[in-house]
């Protein structure tokens, strides 16, 4: 069974700072995807970023960038220049690619705050 | 374009009543997913429709029920209420590529509160 672990409940950063969140999973696949979801005080769960596994190089969507690291099989999420509008929590997610179940498996979540 | 829709946004309920929860894809999107969010137990995977038939299922008893219709809407359907079934209920949906339905979009989710 794959597992999602997200080590830091909260986290906080002074605006336009960087600031880095972990995600470590445990599978046996080779081939899956992996996302970061915000999900900010409206509730909605926002996609931020998504890796696939088979790709050796890291996703980047403006200021957010992750580093995959597949061997230590960890997935942290990086941003850049935080905005107020980061303050969020942060899911971490898993999905398998072959035999796909339509499950994707989430982390505990990490509530970042973004300090002006 | 319209992203993923739910209603209603808040759901007050007493034990062992039913409620019904809906949700609206986005256009294009034939996959609908349920998601539960409980206080202390994170988001778990509750059901997956696709083209109108129950694809997978999650861990969680049969009171949970649900149902995708033409227009690949989806209708979540809990009976027999449980205090413990307060949640945040999230919807998301997808385009279906083939088996590897990727990337998932989530609506802002219904709120049941059962008393």
């Known amino acids: 069974a794959q597992t999602v672990t997200q080590s830091q409940p909260e986290m906080s950063v002074q605006e336009a700072e960087t600031v880095t969140l972990s995600c470590t999973y445990d599978t046996s696949e080779n081939n899956y995807y992996l996302f970061w979801y915000k999900q900010p005080p409206s509730r909605q769960m926002i996609l931020v970023i998504r890796?696939?596994?088979?790709?050796?190089q890291n996703a980047t969507e403006n200021r957010f960038s992750v580093n995959f690291q597949k061997a230590a099989k960890s997935f942290s999420l990086k941003i850049s220049d935080s905005q107020l509008g980061d303050t969020a929590m942060y899911f971490c997610?898993?999905?398998?690619?072959?035999?796909?179940?339509?499950?994707?498996?989430f982390g505990q979540g990490t509530t970042l705050q973004v300090k002006p | 374009e319209a992203g993923v829709t739910q209603s209603p946004t808040h759901l007050i309920k007493t034990r062992g009543q039913q409620a019904t929860l809906r949700c609206s894809p986005i256009s294009g999107h034939t996959s609908v997913y349920w998601y539960q969010q409980a206080l202390g137990l994170g988001l778990q995977f509750l059901l997956w429709y696709d083209e109108g038939e129950e694809r997978n299922r999650g861990n969680f008893p049969p009171r949970f029920s649900g149902r995708q219709f033409p227009n690949y809407s989806s209708e979540l359907n809990v009976n027999a209420l449980e205090l413990e079934d307060s949640a945040l209920y999230l919807c998301?949906?997808?385009?279906?590529?083939?088996?590897?339905?990727?990337?998932?979009?989530f609506g802002s989710g219904t709120q049941l509160s059962v008393l």
């Open positions: 997610a898993f999905m398998k690619h072959t035999g796909n179940t339509g499950k994707l498996i």
């Open positions: 998301a949906s997808s385009f279906n590529t083939g088996g590897s339905n990727e990337k998932l979009f």
């Open positions: 890796q696939e596994a088979y790709k050796q």
